[in-house]
């Protein structure tokens, strides 16, 4: 069975503080993917790494930023959290050209 | 523009009503289409994946199909447990983008 874990499940922060969302799967899989989902929107891509220190931008990746220091942990930082970057943050991972499976997800209030 | 679109936005069944649910996609060059369940404050379960036209899918009630522009997910005698969103997602064959639906939200009633 695919395992993605992620974290934190609820997380509430400050204004201005600097987030962790730590994601970590156990398949051995290349490509590994941070969401977020808001309601209406669907989920939009921020950023996506094909390989270990290797990162792209997806969609929204303002205000985001990622590290890939090893193949199965895949970290989204929120530089200084602002209250519009409260959302459930979904990790995926994926072989080469497959199915993207998905973590629980982290739901995180910036007050 | 890549796009993907997901019909209706919420549908609401008797037990036992058969029924469709819409995936329909403007992406060019498809490598792959998904289908996804997710459960309120859940991640998305993977169903599916359908690669190319005329292919189909089944797993208990469930049965996902393909054209060349649109995929239905397919429900037959639905239970209430089957009550979800149903997320759609393809996948170009180039880069390692997916294009996510906004989802149709199910509810199956007793």
């Known amino acids: 069975d695919v395992k993605v874990t992620q974290s934190s499940r609820y997380l509430v922060k400050r204004t201005g503080e600097k987030v962790f969302l730590e994601c970590v799967q156990d398949m051995d899989h290349e490509n590994m993917f941070w969401y977020r989902q808001d309601p209406g929107l669907g989920l939009r891509l921020i950023y996506f790494?094909?390989?270990?220190?290797?990162?792209e931008k997806g969609d929204i990746p303002e205000g985001y930023s990622v590290s890939r220091e090893k193949k199965e942990r895949f970290s989204l930082i929120l530089e200084s959290a602002s209250t519009n970057q409260t959302s459930m943050y979904l990790c995926?991972?994926?072989?080469?050209?497959?199915?993207?499976?998905f973590g629980p997800g982290t739901r995180l209030l910036v007050l | 523009e890549d796009q993907v679109t997901q019909s209706p936005e919420a549908l609401r069944l008797q037990e036992g009503e058969s029924s469709s649910l819409n995936c329909s996609y403007t992406v060019s060059g498809l490598r792959g289409l998904f289908w996804y369940r997710q459960d309120p404050g859940k991640g998305p379960e993977f169903l599916f994946t359908?690669?190319?036209a005329g292919e189909e899918k089944e797993k208990e009630r469930l049965k996902a199909t393909l054209t060349k522009k649109e995929s239905f997910l397919h429900i037959t005698a639905p239970k209430p447990e089957d009550s979800a969103t149903y997320l759609c997602?393809?996948?170009?064959?180039?880069?390692?983008?997916?294009?996510f639906g906004t989802g149709t939200s199910l509810t199956v009633i007793p």
């Open positions: 359908l690669y190319s």
């Open positions: 790494s094909y390989d270990v220190k290797m990162k």
């Open positions: 995926a991972s994926s072989p080469l050209g497959r199915t993207q499976y």
């Open positions: 997602a393809v996948e170009k064959n180039t880069g390692n983008q997916f294009y």
